[in-house]
């Protein structure tokens, strides 16, 4: 892999994992249709994923601290209650619990834990058949129709006014079942999950950000889960430089996606991410059933 192909891999994985149009589908697409070997290697593959999320840290990083500060916070007062908890077994004094959950970054946890859930059993479920999906035309081409026709619906549905502070945790659970659907190649991750979040009432802006930052336990629990292989013998050492500089594109190209995420979903704008995906669904089903 030369440098171009690695600047190239960086755009495509920059632009395809926020804005809704599939990234594992185009990349399926590209290897069936154009018989490409894009078969980039485990760490190339875990190093672009790193810069997509260092592009979401970077936009969130206020609301990621802030959750990371609770999260914490809600360890220390769960251990506190274990210890009364303890104590009032053995003791005639009881000692009341402290409400662990008081603020509504606390709640946004939760309900991130809640959605990571189901996404997690999905992937680790229908890994090998997500896989196999993705060495044919056919389901990526009928999943990015889905996807148009999801995002159709993204752009008809009245704006909402849920935020961390009334979202639901049966909300959070349809958003993680939403993610783990997604593993399919052509259906948009991204796509799929700020429509359900439209869907559950979410505020535009709120389904964007819930999206975005419900992926980071996701795509970490997927490269861990991959990485249990890994070996730095299958690692090419001239390549290294290539992958520096197509995890640096996947970051900026991440970064400049999210913010025109944000305009598009307020805009309303994703029916011209629809028509293209649509075609695109089109164009694979045609090369499933002619080539």
Same mark, same amino acid.
């Given at each position: 892999?030369?440098?171009?192909?690695?600047?190239?891999?960086?755009?495509?994985?920059?632009?395809?994992?926020?804005?809704?149009?599939?990234?594992?589908?185009?990349?399926?697409?590209?290897?069936?249709?154009?018989?490409?070997?894009?078969?980039?290697?485990?760490?190339?593959?875990?190093?672009?994923?790193?810069?997509?999320?260092?592009?979401?840290?970077?936009?969130?990083?206020?609301?990621?601290?802030?959750?990371?500060?609770?999260?914490?916070?809600?360890?220390?007062?769960?251990?506190?209650?274990?210890?009364?908890?303890?104590?009032?077994?053995?003791?005639?004094?009881?000692?009341?619990?402290?409400? @662990?959950?008081?603020?509504?970054?606390?709640?946004?946890?939760? +309900? =991130?834990?809640? !959605?990571? &859930?189901?996404?997690? /059993?999905? $992937?680790?479920?229908?890994?090998?058949?997500?896989?196999?999906?993705?060495?044919?035309?056919?389901?990526?081409?009928?999943?990015?129709?889905?996807?148009?026709?999801?995002?159709?619906?993204?752009?008809?549905?009245?704006?909402?006014?849920?935020?961390?502070?009334?979202?639901?945790?049966?909300?959070?659970?349809?958003?993680?079942?939403?993610?783990?659907?997604?593993?399919?190649?052509?259906?948009?991750?991204?796509?799929?999950?700020?429509?359900?979040?439209?869907?559950?009432?979410?505020?535009?802006?709120?389904?964007?950000?819930?999206?975005?930052?419900?992926?980071?336990?996701?795509?970490?629990?997927? @490269?861990?889960?991959?990485?249990?292989?890994?070996?730095?013998? +299958? =690692?090419?050492? !001239?390549? &290294?430089?290539?992958? /520096?500089? $197509?995890?640096?594109?996947?970051?900026?190209?991440?970064?400049?996606?999210?913010?025109?995420?944000?305009?598009?979903?307020?805009?309303?704008?994703?029916?011209?991410?629809?028509?293209?995906?649509?075609?695109?669904?089109?164009?694979?089903?045609?090369?499933?059933?002619?080539?």
């Amino acid at each position: 892999m030369d440098l171009l192909e690695s600047i190239l891999m960086g755009l495509v994985q920059g632009l395809a994992e926020f804005l809704p149009i599939s990234s594992s589908g185009h990349l399926a697409i590209m290897k069936q249709i154009l018989n490409l070997n894009m078969d980039t290697g485990l760490l190339f593959d875990v190093m672009l994923h790193f810069g997509t999320m260092v592009a979401i840290f970077v936009v969130f990083w206020k609301d990621i601290l802030d959750l990371i500060t609770e999260g914490f916070k809600i360890i220390g007062d769960s251990l506190i209650n274990t210890r009364r908890f303890i104590r009032n077994l053995f003791s005639k004094d009881k000692v009341t619990y402290k409400n @662990v959950i008081t603020t509504p970054y606390r709640r946004f946890v939760l +309900l =991130v834990i809640v !959605s990571t &859930i189901p996404t997690g /059993i999905i $992937g680790v479920v229908f890994n090998n058949a997500i896989e196999e999906a993705g060495k044919t035309l056919l389901v990526p081409g009928l999943s990015l129709i889905f996807t148009a026709i999801l995002l159709t619906i993204a752009d008809r549905v009245h704006t909402g006014q849920k935020t961390e502070e009334t979202a639901s945790y049966k909300n959070a659970l349809f958003l993680g079942i939403a993610q783990g659907v997604a593993t399919l190649p052509g259906i948009s991750r991204s796509g799929t999950t700020i429509t359900a979040g439209l869907l559950s009432g979410f505020d535009r802006t709120f389904a964007v950000k819930y999206s975005f930052i419900m992926s980071i336990p996701a795509v970490l629990g997927a @490269v861990v889960y991959e990485m249990k292989d890994f070996s730095m013998d +299958l =690692v090419n050492k !001239s390549e &290294i430089t290539g992958y /520096i500089v $197509g995890t640096l594109v996947a970051a900026v190209v991440g970064y400049i996606s999210i913010k025109t995420m944000l305009v598009i979903v307020r805009g309303k704008k994703f029916k011209y991410f629809a028509y293209y995906c649509f075609a695109i669904g089109l164009i694979a089903l045609s090369g499933h059933f002619f080539l």
